[in-house]
T-cell receptor
Framework: LAKTTQPISMDSYEGQEVNITCSHN???????ITWYQQFPSQGPRFIIQ???TKVTNEVASLFIPADRKSSTLSLPRVSLSDTAVYYC????????????FGSGTRLQVQP | GAVVSQHPSWVICKSGTSVKIECRSL??????MFWYRQFPKQSLMLMAT?????????EQGVEKDKFLINHASLTLSTLTVTSAHPEDSSFYIC??????????FGPGTRLTVL
């Protein structure tokens, strides 16, 4: 499975846009990119998944450049409730295989 | 949307006892479920893959005789921690694979072994 690299932590303020970048230099042709959010003492929650270019849903946007060696999760106008750990995963379209979680990015949103 | 539940949400037991954790997909069927373990401040680590009607596949280093997995129906998988010890104290999380190939996670079960 392709290894991912994310910043360990990020800080932001309410109302700002937050962009979390993930590097996955060894991504395979068939791999998808998936992001999960996890609050303390809760299971991860699926945010968004994409293969190339841009994907947008009601929660976030995912930007994937042409070489697919990185991706950026964009959270528009964050609030305090967006404080969580965000995981970037790369692999088969989530999941016929189990997911390999990296260390994630701990996002702290300040008032 | 797809919902996965776990029961209990937390459990405290004495060392040497066994604890059963249930994972249910409430509004969809899941032939495959996964069990993860998460220690404080760490990421999720896969323990085993549970397939309905067949034996579970365990990750290297996970004792299959200690962590018994039963996936008897398309909506239920159970994890039994046998002869639990304090080092088994952790946050256990299951996920269920939907036909859309998206994994949906349960809320987790906090196990504390005294």
């Amino acid at each position: 499975l392709a290894k991912t690299t994310q910043p360990i932590s990020m800080d932001s303020y309410e109302g700002q846009e937050v962009n979390i970048t993930c590097s996955h230099n060894n991504i395979a042709t068939n791999d998808y990119i998936t992001w999960y959010q996890q609050f303390p003492s809760q299971g991860p929650r699926f945010i968004i998944q994409g293969y190339k270019t841009k994907v947008t849903n009601e929660v976030a946007s995912l930007f994937i450049p042409a070489d697919r060696k990185s991706s950026t999760l964009s959270l528009p106008r964050v609030s305090l409730s967006d404080t969580a750990v965000y995981y970037c995963l790369v692999g088969a379209p989530t999941g016929r295989r189990a997911l390999t979680f990296g260390s994630g990015t701990r996002l702290q949103v300040q008032p | 949307g797809a919902v996965v539940s776990q029961h209990p949400s937390w459990v405290i037991c004495k060392s040497g006892t066994s604890v059963k954790i249930e994972c249910r997909s409430l509004d969809f069927q899941a032939t495959t479920m996964f069990w993860y373990r998460q220690f404080p401040k760490q990421s999720l680590m896969l323990m085993a893959t549970s397939n309905e009607g067949s034996k579970a596949t365990y990750e290297q280093g996970v004792e299959k005789d200690k962590f018994l997995i039963n996936h008897a129906s398309l909506t239920l998988s159970t994890l039994t921690v046998t002869s639990a010890h304090p080092e088994d104290s952790s946050f256990y999380i299951c996920s269920a694979l939907a036909v859309t190939d998206t994994q949906y996670f349960g809320p987790g079960t906090r196990l504390t072994v005294l």
